[in-house]
């Protein structure tokens, strides 16, 4: 394996620890990323999975971004609308939502606009949480950002 590809499942499985449980409270998960994650930019989440309405965004969104959490949690779409490259927007979209419709966990890669017009790519590690029945009910992400010229 090289150095690399070490590194890489290092990251993720930092990044399997930090998710924790699904029982968890996300304010846990966040705590264990900023840990686990220390060195890189992440940015820790919670949506809704039927309506993918942000209902958490970890206060690092504003350092990776640039945007308010407010901006996240208070306009359903402002993840596809604003935070999503519109040249990725369509594909990465497409994918979550088909992933999350199987409550399959998935992780994806896509550019960012940042508030002050940056492209910024991130790898967005994501965990399907079932309700009672075992249909999607939440979804819970931590976004990592890509150093350019690496793809995780």
Do not use: K
């Not at 359903?76 to 490259?85: C, G, L, R």
């Amino acid at each position: 394996m090289s150095d690399m590809q070490t590194l890489d499942a290092t990251l993720e499985e930092r990044i399997d620890e930090a998710f924790g449980e699904n029982t968890d409270a996300v304010a846990g998960v966040d705590a264990r990323a900023a840990e686990l994650l220390a060195g890189h930019d992440a940015i820790t989440w919670e949506a809704d999975a039927s309506t993918f309405a942000f209902s958490y965004v970890s206060r690092s969104a504003e350092v990776v971004l640039g945007y308010p959490v407010e901006r996240w949690t208070g306009e359903p779409t402002f993840w596809a609308d604003v935070v999503v490259h519109q040249a990725d927007r369509d594909e990465a979209v497409s994918f979550c939502v088909a992933e999350t419709g199987q409550c399959r966990d998935h992780a994806f890669e896509y550019r960012a606009r940042a508030v002050d017009g940056r492209v910024v790519r991130l790898r967005d590690y994501v965990r399907v949480i079932p309700d009672a029945a075992g249909r999607p009910s939440r979804l819970r992400g931590i976004m990592v950002v890509v150093p350019t010229g690496r793809v995780y």
